[in-house]
T-cell receptor, first 110, second 117 residues
Framework: DAKTTQPNSMESNEEEPVHLPCNHS???????IHWYRQLPSQGPEYVIH???SNVNNRMASLAIAEDRKSSTLILHRATLRDAAVYYC???????????FGTGTRLTVIP | DTEVTQTPKHLVMGMTNKKSLKCEQH?????MYWYKQKAKKPPELMFV???????INESVPSRFSPECPNSSLLNLHLHALQPEDSALYLC?????FGRGPSNQPQHFGDGTRLSIL
């Protein structure tokens, strides 16, 4: 599986947008980009995924660079409940498991 | 509330004990997973079951023995564990293979926190 690189930690003020970056320069054309987050004392939670086009859902938006070598998870308005570790994961065709990297720990400041 | 239920939430056991972790889902998913997560580390895959058959074993020691009695249940039997096996054990499920697995989110339980004395 191709590798992803994320900053170890980020901070955001409450009610402001948050942009969480992920680099994946060795991504292949068939790899999906998945984002999960893990709140304290909980299991990982699916956030969003995409292949080539930008994606939006009720939780977040995913912006994918045109060359697909990087992506950005966008939380439009951070709340205290969004404080978590965010994982960017690439999944190839037929991949039946998730390889978690070290992720980004997001701190939301009231 | 999570749709994947794991019991117990906490477990303390001695190195000579035998215990089991249980995982249940009623979403009709046909793929189920066990992950291990050490403190402040990302989850690591242990086992994958597809249609009740073991499809992946990530070189896990034999003191961990998985079992999938039916499509809704997944067990992890523990025997003669070591202190370094203390961790959070996570169960997950997804719809199943043959339907574009790389496009399918996994649903996780909140885990069993295991401590080995």
């Amino acid at each position: 599986d191709a590798k992803t690189t994320q900053p170890n930690s980020m901070e955001s003020n409450e009610e402001e947008p948050v942009h969480l970056p992920c680099n994946h320069s060795t991504i292949s054309g068939t790899d999906y980009i998945h984002w999960y987050r893990q709140l304290p004392s909980q299991g990982p939670e699916y956030v969003i995924h995409g292949l080539t086009s930008n994606v939006n859902n009720r939780m977040a938006s995913l912006a994918i660079a045109e060359d697909r070598k990087s992506s950005t998870l966008i939380l439009h308005r951070a709340t205290l409940r969004d404080a978590a570790v965010y994982y960017c994961i690439l999944r190839g065709p037929g991949a039946n498991n998730l390889f978690f990297g070290t992720g980004t720990r997001l701190t939301v400041i009231p | 509330d999570t749709e994947v239920t794991q019991t117990p939430k906490h477990l303390v056991m001695g190195m000579t004990n035998k215990k089991s972790l249980k995982c249940e889902q009623h979403m009709g998913h046909r793929a189920m997973y066990w992950y291990k997560q050490k403190a402040k580390k990302p989850p690591e895959l242990m086992f994958v079951y597809s249609y009740e058959k073991l499809s992946i074993n990530e070189s896990v020691p034999s003191r961990f023995s998985p079992e999938c009695p039916n499509s809704s249940l997944l067990n992890l039997h523990l025997h003669a564990l070591q202190p370094e096996d203390s961790a959070l054990y996570l169960c997950a499920s997804s719809p199943g293979f043959g339907r574009g697995p790389s496009n399918q989110p996994q649903h996780f339980g909140d885990g069993t926190r295991l401590s080995i004395l």
